[in-house]
């Protein structure tokens, strides 16, 4: 498995971080796990295409990380988008009427090759990937969800925008890499997020072998702080998300 940071950033615009975003490769599977604005230049730039892409999964339906949802779908149906294999949408519970009442009115879902729109289930598989959710606290006014992704024994963890669930450090459970949003430092704790400590505090206690800390609102001084607040609370490997930084999780 191989995972690109598209969009380490939020709904704050910004032109060094992207809005939320990320691409999981397994084997000849391409997918997105969240797709805000800028996200289709992002894979050009990252030398990938949305032409690739055998499925999104959408952790909510917060505009910044939907927000080129429905350019996808409507270049999935634009002339020479060259591709018949079948396409997979999923999110959190009523995340298919969402498509249906938001997105479909203005970007049809192609007709030339299957596309399915689902609220994911607990567990699936889906090509040989066995795909896990976890519902998170982030929004009273609609669903969210976090990912855990395994194949062939490697594992990684999407946390999707949550605040402090230790039911999330249990889904977590020794996964390989765990990318946990990280929105502010700690004296800055927003209501629906997690803040630098409190991700170093759920990573410890899911015990998850390597760390990413990512979506981060713009704070005063470096970006070095959220490293230095979560470090008081995880000893394992621990970085910061960077749009287009890649991690292969089978080197
Ligand atoms: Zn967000
Ligand atoms: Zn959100």
């Known amino acids: 498995m191989k995972v690109i940071i598209l969009g380490s950033g939020t709904g704050v615009p910004s032109l060094r971080r992207g809005a939320p975003a990320n691409w999981l490769g397994v084997e000849d599977r391409r997918y997105l796990i969240d797709c805000g604005s800028g996200t289709l230049l992002q894979l050009e730039r990252a030398g990938h295409s949305f032409r690739e892409l055998d499925g999104v999964f959408i952790t909510h339906v917060h505009a910044d990380h939907i927000g080129d949802l429905t350019p996808l779908v409507h270049a999935l149906?634009?002339?020479?988008s060259g591709r018949?294999?079948?396409?997979?949408?999923?999110?959190?519970?009523?995340?298919?009427?969402?498509?249906?009442?938001?997105?479909?009115?203005?970007?049809?879902?192609?007709?030339?090759?299957?596309?399915?729109v689902l609220d994911a289930p607990p567990v699936w598989e889906l090509d040989g990937l066995t795909i896990r959710t976890h519902a998170t606290p982030h929004s009273d006014r609609f669903s969210s969800c976090a990912y855990r992704f395994e194949h062939r024994g490697r594992s990684v963890c999407f946390s999707g925008d949550t605040d402090w669930d230790p039911g999330l450090a249990a889904f977590m459970n020794a996964v390989d890499l765990a990318i946990l949003e990280c929105s502010t430092l700690d004296a800055d704790?927003?209501?629906?997020h997690l803040s630098?400590?409190?991700?170093?505090?759920?990573?410890?206690?899911?015990?998850?072998?390597?760390?990413?800390?990512n979506h981060f609102y713009p704070i005063e001084g470096p970006d070095s702080r959220f490293l230095e607040e979560c470090r008081?609370?995880?000893?394992g490997p621990l970085e910061l998300a960077h749009d287009l930084m890649v991690r292969d999780l089978e080197a």
Do not use: E
């Open 189 to 192: 704790k927003a209501v629906g």
């Open 84 to 116: 018949d294999k079948p396409f997979h949408l999923y999110g959190p519970p009523g995340f298919s009427d969402f498509f249906a009442r938001i997105v479909a009115p203005v970007a049809a879902p192609p007709g030339s090759f299957p596309f399915h």
């Open 232 to 235: 008081r609370h995880f000893a």
């Open 77 to 80: 149906r634009l002339p020479g």
């Open 196 to 213: 630098a400590g409190l991700c170093g505090q759920l990573a410890t206690m899911g015990g998850v072998r390597s760390l990413l800390l």
